[in-house]
Structures are given as C-alpha cells and as structure tokens.
C-alpha cells in the first residue's frame, strides 16, 4: 500500500499557541500518518512586519495545501490590526465554523450527570464581523451587521447535509428576529427554505437569550445548533463551558476549496510559557482535520488515546482539575495509542 504523504500548513500562532500546537503535532505523528507539516509562523510582530494581518507566506502556503491547523493569535482590543482569524475565514471563503462539543468520558464538570453531544454551525464570514464601522459624528458609532442570503442558505445547507450523513436527529436555528426583523428575519426564512428540504430532520428555532438559559438547565436536550456569526462565537464559549471549558473543543473552518482546523480558545496570555496549557482542543481538532484527510482509523485512535487519558486524572493539565503539564498530558495520550 502507497503511504500518502498529506501536504498540512501549520501554524502555531502565538500565546499558548506554539506550546499546543508542538504537542498536537507530535500525538499525530505518533499515529503514524505521514503529515508533509508546512510551517507558517504569524504573530504580532509579523503582521507588523508585513503590513498586513495575512501576510503572503501563509496565503500561499494554504493554497498549495488546502488544509491548515492553526494556534490561536492574539487580537489587540479596541485598535491595532484587525483579527487574523476573520482575515483567513474571508480570504478562504471559510463560511462553515463547525464546532463539535461532547462530554468528555471522565472529566468531571458541573454537568457530569448529563450527556452533552451537541455539534455547533457558525455562519463564518459576515453579521457584524463584517468590520464595516463608522463614526457618523464624535462620540457616535454604526457598527453593520450583513446578513446575506447566500451564506445564509449555505450555512443551513452544510448543517443539515451534516444531520443527514451523520444520523441526527434535531437543527435547532438560534436568532433574535424579534427584535432585528429584517437581519435575523432573513437567516430564519433561509433556515425554514432549507429545514423544508428535509423533512426527517426535526427543526426548532430559539431565541438566543432562550437558547442560552435552555443550554445551562437542558444541555442534553441539543443536538444541532445553526447560528449566525456572533451568536455562533459566544454560544461556542458557553457550550464548551458545559463540557470542561475552552481547553477541550475543536474546532473546524469549512469552505469549498480550504478547511483550516483550529481549536476554539484564543492564546490564553495568562497562562502562556507556563508549560500548563491544555493542548486537548487542538488535539481534537487534529482528529477531525483526520476526517477530512481520508485517515479515519488514524482519527479513531488519536481521539480514543485522548479519550483513555481522561480516565487518568493526575495526567490531565490544571485547567480541568489535573496536576500534569502539557507535556505529561501529551506523554500520556501518545502512550495511550493502541
Ligand atoms: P482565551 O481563550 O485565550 O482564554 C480564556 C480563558 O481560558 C483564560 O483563563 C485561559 O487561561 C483559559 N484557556 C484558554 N485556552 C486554554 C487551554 N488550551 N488550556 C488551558 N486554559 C485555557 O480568551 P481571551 O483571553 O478572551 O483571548 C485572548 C486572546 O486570544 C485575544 O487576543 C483574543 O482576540 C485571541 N483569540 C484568538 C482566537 C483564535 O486565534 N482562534 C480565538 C479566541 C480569542
């Protein structure tokens, strides 16, 4: 048998980043898959460097390989360059955020009684991400938020083509069309067009302030969640605060011609270079950029190991009630691979 080499831009990104993403690396590798890992570095001074916050050596790195995984990179607040991550989702045209988020077997959370197995779409490329922000005159600020019917129906497609593949059971679209009638009026017309397509697939919709409470006390109760860009990023962080936090969900962006996996947590500045950060949602990320490479059995393993090291608590990292460092966890989940 022909043992493909899988051409894979890496980039570590900056913060806790490089520390997640040296041992995500390694736990793939020791899988055995042959990864061509392509390494394109981008942190602040970079994009100072370069003038811009994609610069051209990781644009045309992903065009060559048309998968990356990515660390977080640190976005400054309220001025400096805009975020890399919006960048690359509109340079790619990455419009699918798919954000899986189970109980981990082991871990113990405020919500162990109850098994969470929800996966989030992300509409990924406009709503007020769109960065069109005005000042009409001193003191006052627009802020626009675009929604289209393009990516709308394309966001609801990919959810429910997803619910019907993998055997779900439930769309759930999160809105406040109450309120905003004609932006999320529009995303919930798209998602009723597309929910009438597919009729064994029961669809609900939810206002988002409802969504959230309903998340808190009925977590077991969701099965998809179909969600416009900015309610999609924070009922991300909120989900995966039901299931242990930021340190254990992957993340995927989808498009057409690019898919860059990355985990949901940024570069957690409070605790980066301590050798304590949690590299499980990167690792997890890996497995479902194993998916999409074809390398299913690889996929299987590493997220199993993953799933074994759970079970051993003085291994996990501190942001899920461990002693270990980042180093003792990986040691441990490449120990674990059967
Ligand atoms: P954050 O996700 O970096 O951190 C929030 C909290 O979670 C912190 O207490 C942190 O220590 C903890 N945490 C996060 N990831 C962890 C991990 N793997 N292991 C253990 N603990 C972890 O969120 P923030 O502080 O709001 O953002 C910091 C920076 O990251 C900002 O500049 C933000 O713009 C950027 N960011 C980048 C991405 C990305 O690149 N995809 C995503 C979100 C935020």
């Not at 898959?33 to 644009?59: E, M, Y």
């Not at 429910?160 to 919930?188: E, P, Q, Y």
């Not at 179909?226 to 962080?237: A, E, F, K, T």
């Not at 909120?238 to 936090?245: E, Q, T």
């Amino acid at each position: 048998m022909v043992n493909v080499s899988h051409p894979v831009t890496l980039i570590p990104g900056d913060g806790i980043g490089p520390e997640v993403a040296d041992a995500t690396v390694r736990a793939v590798n020791a899988t055995g898959v042959s990864i061509d890992w392509q390494r394109a570095d981008l942190n602040a001074s970079i994009i100072t460097k370069a003038g811009h916050v994609l610069p051209p050596h990781v644009i045309e790195s992903i065009e060559r390989t048309h998968v990356g995984l990515k660390g977080p990179v640190t976005t400054p607040i309220g001025g400096g360059f805009t975020s890399v991550n919006v960048a690359l989702r509109k340079q790619f045209d990455l419009y699918a955020n798919v954000r899986p988020v189970h109980s981990l077997p082991g871990l113990k959370t405020r919500f162990t009684d109850v098994t969470i197995d929800m996966v989030i779409f992300r509409e990924n490329t406009e709503d007020l991400y769109s960065g069109l922000e005005h000042e009409v005159v001193k003191d006052v600020v627009t802020s626009l938020k675009v929604i289209t019917r393009t990516a709308s129906i394309r966001i609801a497609e990919y959810a429910f083509d997803f619910a019907k593949k993998s055997g779900r059971k439930k769309v759930t679209a999160i809105h406040k069309a109450n309120i905003m009638k004609l932006a999320d009026g529009l995303f919930l017309r798209c998602c009723r067009e597309v929910a009438a397509r597919f009729s064994e697939i029961e669809y609900k919709e939810l206002i988002v302030d409802n969504a959230s409470m309903q998340l808190v006390i009925r977590p077991e109760t969701f099965d998809i969640l179909l969600l416009p860009n900015l309610y999609g990023d924070i009922v991300s962080d909120l989900a995966a605060g039901l299931v242990g936090g930021l340190g254990v969900v992957p993340g995927a962006n989808m498009g057409d011609q690019a898919a860059v996996f990355e985990a949901v947590h940024g570069s957690a500045p409070d605790i980066a270079g301590k050798g304590m950060a949690n590299p499980t949602a990167l690792m997890l990320s890996a497995v479902l950029m194993l998916l999409h490479l074809g390398e299913h059995d690889a996929a299987r393993r590493l997220r199993a190991a993953i799933e074994r090291t759970y079970a051993e608590p003085s291994r996990l990292t501190p942001d899920v009630g461990g002693l270990g460092s980042t180093r003792d966890f990986t040691d441990a989940v490449i120990a674990n691979l059967g």
